[in-house]
């Protein structure tokens, strides 16, 4: 028995000694990267060098992250946990780590009581955690309230909760990423804890399906806003929530690929297109809502018609109306059209351009239109590139 159970030893010692030694270690300046991905770890191996400031353990099966599982390790600023199937971490398990700001436990199986709430209080500089896709069915708000310098944080966005006093401790957050995100309701009090943070991107890639005007009125130091592939909403229905953002300078907003639910339709009314001008927005992404129509008259009611540099329409059912296509003139500042591929009958237009002085589209196809209407029109002054290719075929007659 005692000499099977000597001979365990030595072979458990042994895997252990040549599965350490396929961490792979880099020096460049200051930096030493060791990277142990993907080797089948069971627990964090114990000779890496001690000197190491980036460690890659992520795609192992460590399962448990046990107390001073990486004391040793001081210089560690970066340390990758992603999918290395994590449920338990013991409350001192970074303890040691004094350098770090950037915590990746992405993909693994942690829950609200894997998290104890001390567990990232041995961490004063830790400025990116990414706690998304993990199985959180509540907000892990204990362990977020003593986090006052993280700047970005992932995280699963979980229906029908509330964010409480842990998101509204994080007041030097910029950055906020809900992944996988099941939230289905915005309403005007959704996000108020968030008031006085001056978050500036915002990503919810969600279910959502109701929205109330005010809901995003917290984020007034915005920059860049994410709400894109919520499958179940109409465009013209969310570019309400613009009305929580009125007049403020915003850099991005992406709208793409909402409203996937096959098959089906989307009218933009002047009055909600023109939501996109409540907003001084210079890009602006509306691919793949499954819009068949824009009613004109929607660019003339934007208030900040001026702010708008790049709009993308492309992969729409857009045939339009020819009004819309004559005030796009009145977008002086924009540089950046792109309204290809509507998905209608493709004719292929050979209206790709790329000239700086670019005044005029002319939307005939020689092949097909040989002997139709040529619909010329007006491009705002400032167009530096426009994408018209594979444009439906109903606006071109
Ligand atoms: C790192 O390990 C070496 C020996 O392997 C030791 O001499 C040195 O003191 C250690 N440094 C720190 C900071 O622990
Ligand atoms: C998540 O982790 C599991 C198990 O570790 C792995 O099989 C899967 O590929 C990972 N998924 C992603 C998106 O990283
Ligand atoms: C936050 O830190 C303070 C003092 O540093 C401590 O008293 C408190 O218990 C901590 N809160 C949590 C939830 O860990
Ligand atoms: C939400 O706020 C907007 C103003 O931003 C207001 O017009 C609207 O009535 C509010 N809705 C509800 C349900 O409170
Ligand atoms: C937006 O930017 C303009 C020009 O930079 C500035 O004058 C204006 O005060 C800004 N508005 C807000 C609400 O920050
Ligand atoms: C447009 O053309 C210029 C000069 O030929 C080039 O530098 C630029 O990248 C082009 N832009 C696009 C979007 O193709």
Same mark, same amino acid.
Request: one cysteine or more.
């Given at each position: 028995?005692?000499?099977?159970?000597?001979?365990?030893?030595?072979?458990?010692?042994?895997?252990?000694?040549?599965?350490?030694?396929?961490?792979?270690?880099?020096?460049?300046?200051?930096?030493?990267?060791?990277?142990?991905?993907?080797?089948?770890?069971?627990?964090?191996?114990?000779?890496?060098?001690?000197?190491?400031?980036?460690?890659?353990?992520?795609?192992?099966?460590?399962?448990?992250?046990?107390?001073?599982?990486?004391?040793?390790?001081?210089?560690?600023?970066?340390?990758?946990?992603?999918?290395?199937? #994590?449920?338990?971490?013991?409350?001192?398990? =970074?303890?040691? @780590?004094?350098? *770090?700001?950037? %915590? &990746? !436990?992405?993909? +693994?199986?942690?829950? #609200?009581?894997?998290?104890?709430?001390?567990? =990232?209080?041995? @961490?004063?500089? *830790?400025?990116? %955690? &990414? !706690?998304?896709? +993990?199985?959180?069915?509540?907000?892990?708000?204990?362990?977020?309230?003593?986090?006052?310098?993280?700047?970005?944080?992932?995280?699963?966005?979980?229906?029908?909760?509330?964010?409480?006093?842990?998101?509204?401790?994080?007041?030097?957050?910029?950055?906020?990423?809900?992944?996988?995100?099941?939230?289905?309701?915005?309403?005007?009090?959704?996000?108020?804890?968030?008031?006085?943070?001056?978050?500036?991107?915002?990503?919810?890639?969600?279910?959502?399906?109701?929205?109330?005007?005010?809901?995003?009125?917290?984020?007034?130091?915005?920059?860049?806003?994410?709400?894109?592939?919520?499958?179940?909403?109409?465009?013209?229905?969310?570019?309400?929530?613009?009305?929580?953002?009125?007049?403020?300078?915003?850099?991005?907003?992406?709208?793409?690929?909402?409203?996937?639910?096959?098959?089906?339709?989307?009218?933009?009314?002047?009055?909600?297109?023109?939501?996109?001008?409540?907003?001084?927005?210079?890009?602006?992404?509306?691919?793949?809502?499954?819009?068949?129509?824009?009613?004109?008259?929607?660019?003339?009611?934007?208030?900040?018609?001026?702010?708008?540099?790049?709009?993308?329409?492309?992969?729409?059912?857009?045939?339009?109306?020819?009004?819309?296509?004559?005030?796009?003139?009145?977008?002086?500042?924009?540089?950046?059209?792109?309204?290809?591929?509507?998905?209608?009958?493709?004719?292929?237009?050979?209206?790709?351009?790329?000239?700086?002085?670019?005044?005029?589209?002319?939307?005939?196809?020689?092949?097909?239109?040989?002997?139709?209407?040529?619909?010329?029109?007006?491009?705002?002054?400032?167009?530096?590139?426009?994408?018209?290719?594979?444009?439906?075929?109903?606006?071109?007659?």
């Amino acid at each position: 028995m005692n000499v099977l159970r000597i001979f365990y030893l030595v072979l458990f010692f042994l895997i252990n000694k040549s599965l350490s030694s396929k961490c792979t270690t880099t020096r460049t300046g200051n930096d030493v990267f060791t990277d142990c991905h993907g080797k089948g770890f069971r627990y964090v191996p114990r000779n890496v060098p001690n000197d190491t400031t980036c460690l890659d353990l992520s795609d192992n099966e460590l399962s448990v992250i046990s107390n001073f599982a990486f004391s040793r390790l001081k210089y560690v600023s970066s340390l990758k946990l992603s999918s290395a199937q #994590i449920s338990v971490i013991e409350s001192k398990a =970074f303890s040691g @780590l004094v350098k *770090l700001t950037s %915590l &990746d !436990l992405r993909n +693994n199986t942690l829950d #609200i009581h894997s998290l104890l709430e001390n567990v =990232f209080n041995s @961490l004063p500089f *830790l400025r990116i %955690l &990414d !706690l998304s896709q +993990n199985n959180f069915q509540q907000y892990p708000e204990k362990v977020l309230e003593n986090l006052s310098d993280l700047e970005r944080l992932s995280i699963n966005g979980i229906n029908d909760q509330t964010f409480g006093n842990g998101f509204r401790s994080l007041s030097k957050l910029t950055y906020l990423n809900f992944h996988p995100c099941s939230i289905t309701r915005m309403d005007n009090n959704t996000f108020d804890v968030f008031k006085n943070i001056q978050l500036k991107e915002l990503i919810l890639n969600c279910k959502i399906r109701y929205v109330e005007p005010g809901a995003l009125n917290p984020f007034q130091s915005i920059e860049r806003l994410d709400i894109s592939r919520n499958f179940n909403v109409r465009i013209s229905y969310l570019l309400q929530l613009l009305n929580g953002l009125m007049d403020r300078n915003v850099t991005s907003i992406d709208f793409s690929n909402n409203f996937r639910t096959i098959p089906a339709a989307d009218v933009l009314l002047a009055s909600q297109f023109a939501m996109i001008g409540a907003v001084c927005v210079k890009e602006v992404d509306l691919t793949r809502n499954q819009i068949i129509s824009i009613q004109s008259g929607g660019i003339n009611l934007m208030k900040h018609k001026n702010c708008l540099e790049k709009l993308i329409l492309k992969e729409n059912s857009i045939w339009g109306d020819r009004s819309l296509a004559i005030e796009m003139v009145k977008l002086v500042n924009l540089r950046w059209l792109d309204i290809s591929n509507q998905a209608t009958i493709h004719v292929k237009t050979n209206a790709y351009k790329n000239k700086t002085c670019l005044r005029r589209l002319d939307m005939t196809d020689t092949n097909y239109f040989s002997d139709r209407l040529t619909f010329v029109f007006q491009l705002p002054h400032n167009l530096q590139y426009i994408d018209a290719s594979y444009l439906g075929v109903k606006v071109l007659v």
